[in-house]
């Protein structure tokens, strides 16, 4: 009987220690997708505009309407001057060749940041559906592509969205709706609640 309480004061203690292993989500969770989407990107028609990351995408070829990836890709996008090269050439590559040609390819003009493909996990009650990040081109040039992040824009259940401006760079502004601190604490105290609960019966046991 001690051995099946031990094993259960274990597995209460992973629990409680709230582990992230690649796509695990946390039951009682679901996660938000991001996607992108580059405002002003019509006012370079002389340019293609790529996303490749690692592991994925190989290559995309961008326009005005949103995108994604998968959520462990840390994604670059890249301008391409339109008369020195068609994308089209790519689809008959391998990806190591696609990612060669991204290494080292002198007419590709890397932006200087860096996109992530989650936004975040949240409880299964919480009305936030979907979360867009509005980007906006500030300057391109045969070195330089510079993209600074504009707006975020989320999207609920009940059909409503907020917009909210980005007020710096490093931190993405969060919706107004988002979940009281004691939700989060719920999911802290269960488990907690949980090993106090088998403790205290080894200890009438002995």
Known sequence: MKRILVFSLLCI????ANPCWGDVIEPG????????????????????FLAHGIPSPSFEVLNSSEFSFYKLSMVYIYALPESEFNPVELENEDDSQINA??????????????LSGTFDTVPESDKLEKAVMILEIDSLNDTELIISKKQMKYYFTDGT???MDFQNQENIPQPLNAPEVSEYLLY???????LGAIIFIIWKRK
């Open 13 to 16: 203690l992973l629990l409680a």
């Open 29 to 48: 969770t679901k996660e938000i997708p991001l996607y992108y989407q580059i405002e002003n990107i019509d006012n370079y028609p002389e340019y293609f």
């Open 101 to 114: 040609l991204f290494q080292n390819d002198s007419r590709l003009i890397k932006s200087n940041l860096e």
């Open 188 to 194: 802290i105290l269960l488990p907690l609640l949980a």
């Open 161 to 163: 969205q907020q917009v």
